[in-house]
Every structure is written in C-alpha cells, then in structure tokens.
C-alpha cells in the first residue's frame, strides 16, 4: 500500500533544513547506491557530517517519529540513516529497486517501507516525479513540501529527470514491527475503525472487541 501523508514537516522545519543544508557539501550519488543501481543514479547526496547536517538528519526524523497517521501506517520498528539528495536539471534517478538491507551507522536493518519527505516546494522544480510501478499500474508523485510518500520498498521505482529548478528531498527505509505488507495494512485499517468507534460508542462492547482484536493480531504479527 502506497500511502501519501501531508503536512508531516511544518514550514519551521522545512526553513531550518534549507538553511543547513544550503551551503553544505553534496557527493556523486552513485557513493550510496547498490552496484546495480550505480548505473542509473545521477543526483547528489548530502557528505557533510557536520553539526548542521546531523542537525538536518534529526529535524527530519524527529517529524517522523512524532507524526501520528505515520507511525500508524508504517508502525516503525527502527530507522535508517537519513539521505538527503538533490537533483538539478537533468538529474534522476533510473529504474530500480531498493536493497534489502539498509545502513543504519555499522550495522543494517531489512528495507520493509521506502520513505520519500519531499523538502522541495512543487513549483521549485519541473520534472523530478517519483514514478512507483505497482501490479495496479505506475503512478507518478509530485507533492508539497513537507509531506511523505511511503510505499513498499520491493516496487521499481524511478526519479524522473529534473527539466527546471532543483528538487530536494530526503529519503530513509524502514524496519517495520509487521514484516508482511498485507498485514501492515490490515491493521492500519483496523486503528481507524478503533479510533471512530472510541469517538463515537466508547462503552460499547463492539468498541472493546475491536481493541481487542487489534491487540491480538499484534501479538501474532509482531517481530
């Protein structure tokens, strides 16, 4: 399941990382990406490990953490370490796929969900769309700045040439605590049914049981 979530960085935060990430060093890439992505990768990634840039790490995964309707659909279980990559004119990222492991400092973590947090303001830039293919077809993304797209991390996807401007994103992978896709979205669809019968019948039975059904079916999926 695809799922686009807005307004998951405010305009505070979006202002702080341009700022420190303004005059920063960016890389070639190709230094982060899988051999058989190296091929088609042709943007830049933030080098710096500097005070500003682990402060512009944090500021992006701390809005993470802290945004609900996030947390819910992709109920995290660990975090990778935060790229953040821009692409001027004639810049993408070719078809492929994310591998299935992810850095995380020394160690690795499984790249259940990709995560996409969009830095850039739609009019900054033309081109640049993410293109995720799905069974159900390809569709392109293009969405404010401050908010996420977090999809499967098993699709093709591409980063379609940048025409005009730059775009300026930051992207990680997530370890989820429910490894199965199906199941992550069965119970993201199940919180919301808890959340409106807890609104709107809060002593009912049927609201317990629906508590209680979810609480179970953690308890089977959970890693």
């Known amino acids: 399941m695809i799922h ?25 890439g190709k230094k982060t990406a899988g051999y058989r992505a190296k091929r088609v990768k042709n943007n830049e990634q933030l080098s710096s490990n500097d005070e500003d840039a682990k402060r512009a790490r944090q500021l992006v995964v701390d809005h993470l953490k802290g945004h609900s309707l996030f947390t819910q659909c992709c109920l995290p279980k660990t975090y990778s370490s ?5 692409s001027g004119v004639g810049k993408g990222y070719g078809l492929h796929v994310d591998d299935a492991q992810m850095k995380l400092g020394n160690a690795k973590i499984r790249s259940d969900i990709s995560v996409t947090v969009f830095l850039s303001d739609e009019d900054d830039y033309e081109g640049g769309e993410l293109e995720i293919v799905t069974p159900y077809g390809t569709t392109r993304f293009k969405q404010p700045a401050g908010s996420v797209i977090a999809y499967p991390s098993k699709f093709l996807h591409q980063v379609r040439p940048v025409t005009k401007g730059e775009r300026l994103v930051a992207v990680c992978w997530i370890q989820s605590y429910i490894r199965n896709e199906q199941d992550r979205e069965i119970l993201f ?14 002593d009912a039975v049927e609201t317990d049981l629906a508590f209680k059904v979810s609480a179970n079916l953690h308890r089977r999926w959970t890693e």
Do not use: G, T
């Not at 935060?82 to 821009?86: F, P, T, V």
């Open 189 to 202: 669809e199940l919180d919301q049914i808890k959340r409106k019968l807890n609104d709107v019948a809060k």
């Open 82 to 86: 935060i790229l953040i990559s821009k």
């Open 4 to 28: 686009f979530i807005p307004d998951v960085l405010d305009k505070d935060a979006l202002d702080e990382i341009r700022r420190l990430v303004l005059a920063a060093e960016f890389v070639d």
